[in-house]
């Protein structure tokens, strides 16, 4: 069949209405197990000597449509849905990893995939390294021999420090090692690392995908053969699976991500441009910024710079938190990609968790606020910005 534009598919991909006697809008399969006809396809159906669903941890048919299409999206061969993020990451890690192996990560990723990397550590002796990966030399002084997977995220939370996905893909190819990527923060409309060689791709759906604030869930997508394995071992007897509704609710939300996308996108280069000149900002972080480090790097792996920003305002962890205080419209709160415009403070929320030596690292200042700008009109959001920095004076 001829592939579709992303636009298209988001809405059309492996769902056929004749099937469903008609049904536009996928129907919601809310069953936890499936009747066989009769013993013998029952006994069929668990030798895999038969197509068809028997348990819904082990397989559903709305799940299985979703996984269907964010594999086409993320041009894959195939995906699977989890109940988190998380579970999306720790499943694949637990799937590829054995006791003795080694991760080498990019540096500042998701404060829980930290956590999960130390755990990992404690309990079954993963080791991992973090690397700047800036250059192929610097990644590849990173390469140990029990070396078994490279995990990156690009753009980077909070700092939006980006990784050139062709040069790790390209390193990767040589070792045989293979690359994960966390796309959460672009979503399949900004970036495909598998189309740029990489292996698996994850998601916190929760964010961009979903895009409504109301589901928490996880999505891979990689290679059949690998993700067979997943559901085969993680999926299916760690069982951290979605449920049906939250799966439907997936289905709907990405029907408008490209629509969604462009406004986040569209809103939030206006805003960046906004802070960049404001007097009372010092610094802002967005790979749209023709002075942001990696600007170049986003200018070809990105479609557009997506819809984070984040900034430093003149002051003191006291100040920036003042002046979230005087948001209206702007609400506090972490998560990102809804259509609301959340802002929140990563030194005492989402990296308070990362000690204080490694967050000046990392260039966590206390002064540095996350904003996920919304689909609000962006006069309003600037507004919003505009009357708190007056009340700081
Ligand atoms: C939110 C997030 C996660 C975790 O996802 P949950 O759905 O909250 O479990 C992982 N990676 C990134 C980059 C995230 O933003």
Redesign the pocket.
């Known amino acids: 069949m001829k592939k579709e534009r992303f636009e298209t598919s988001v809405i059309h991909a492996g769902y056929d209405s004749s099937h469903f006697q008609g049904s536009l809008v996928p129907p919601l399969y809310q069953t936890s197990t499936f009747t066989f006809d009769n013993a013998e396809q029952g006994e069929k159906r668990f030798a895999g000597e038969e197509p068809g669903f028997i348990y819904s941890r082990l397989g559903n048919p709305t799940v299985k449509l979703l996984e269907t299409r964010i594999a086409e999206l993320e041009n894959g061969e195939a995906g699977l849905a989890f109940g988190?993020?998380?579970?999306?990451?720790s499943g694949v890690l637990f799937a590829l990893l054995k006791a003795g192996d080694h991760i080498l990560c990019s540096q500042g990723?998701?404060g829980?995939?930290f956590g999960l990397l130390s755990l990992l550590n404690e309990k079954f002796l993963i080791t991992h390294d973090f690397s700047r990966m800036g250059t192929k030399e610097e990644l590849v002084a990173g390469i140990k021999a029990e070396t078994a997977c490279i995990y990156v995220?690009t753009p980077i939370?909070p700092t939006m420090k980006l990784v050139d996905l062709q040069m790790v893909a390209e390193v990767g190819r040589q070792k045989g090692i293979p690359i994960i990527v966390?796309n959460?923060?672009c979503s399949p409309y900004l970036q495909t690392p598998i189309s740029l060689g990489c292996d698996v791709v994850?998601h916190?759906?929760?964010?961009y995908i979903c895009g409504h604030g109301d589901v928490?869930?996880?999505l891979a997508v990689g290679t059949r053969a690998f993700m067979d394995m997943v559901s085969k071992t993680t999926l299916k007897d760690i069982g951290g699976i979605i449920a049906p509704f939250d799966a439907w609710l997936l289905l709907r939300g990405l029907k408008t991500l490209p629509v969604r996308m462009d406004r986040h996108c569209e809103n939030a280069e206006k805003l960046a441009s906004f802070l960049k000149k404001h007097p009372q900002v010092d610094r802002i972080f967005f790979p749209g910024d023709q002075e942001h480090s990696d600007y170049k790097i986003a200018a070809t792996q990105m479609r557009k710079p997506g819809g984070l920003i984040s900034f430093t305002i003149k002051g003191t962890k006291h100040d920036a938190q003042q002046f979230m205080n005087q948001l209206n419209l702007i609400k506090i709160a972490v998560?990102?990609g809804d259509a609301e415009t959340l802002i929140q403070h990563p030194a005492t929320m989402t990296h308070a968790v990362v000690p204080q030596e490694t967050r000046k690292q990392m260039e966590i200042e206390d002064n540095l606020l996350r904003l996920s700008v919304g689909l609000e009109a962006w006069q309003d959001i600037e507004d919003d910005l505009a009357q708190a920095f007056a009340k700081m004076n």
């Open positions: 988190s993020g998380m579970a999306a990451v990723v998701y829980c995939t995220e939370n966390d959460t923060f994850i916190s759906a929760t964010k928490i869930a996880g998560s990102l």
